[in-house]
């Protein structure tokens, strides 16, 4: 059984920066596709940025360019660092894992693993 846990969520003012992290425990196969997902109040779940260890990531077209996912198979950590943040950005931000189609236009409902989330509050 998978468990995922995030971290590193805050306050921050408009042009700042974060750092999320998400440690997974249980088995995740280096093969996974793993991502951060967010949801601001009153509105869906959206796919922020996916990374699949054997190809690359892929970005929302909103944070193209302001986020970066990155991993750490061996320590089985999953981060976003996530920078010039707008108030756009606030949301609750969710870590994700999940075999198969790696990318931001997936499905949420098929990603079987969630973390409990992390609050990201821009103003």
């Known amino acids: 059984h998978v468990q995922l846990v995030e971290s590193g969520g805050g306050s921050v003012q408009a042009g700042g920066s974060l750092r999320l992290s998400c440690v997974a425990s249980?088995?995740?196969?280096?093969?996974?596709?793993m991502g951060w997902f967010r949801q601001a109040p009153g509105k869906e779940r959206e796919g922020v940025a996916t990374?699949?260890?054997?190809?690359?990531?892929d970005y929302a077209d909103s944070v193209k360019g302001r986020f970066t996912i990155s991993q750490d198979n061996a320590k089985n950590m999953l981060y976003l660092q996530m920078n010039s943040l707008k108030p756009e950005d606030t949301a609750l931000y969710y870590c994700?894992?999940?075999?198969?189609?790696?990318?931001?236009?997936?499905?949420?409902?098929?990603?079987?693993?969630w973390g409990p989330g992390t609050q990201v509050t821009v103003s």
């Open positions: 249980g088995y995740i196969y280096s093969s996974d596709c």
């Open positions: 994700a894992a999940g075999r198969g189609y790696c990318s931001v236009r997936r499905s949420t409902s098929t990603f079987p693993y």
């Open positions: 990374i699949y260890s054997i190809g690359s990531a």
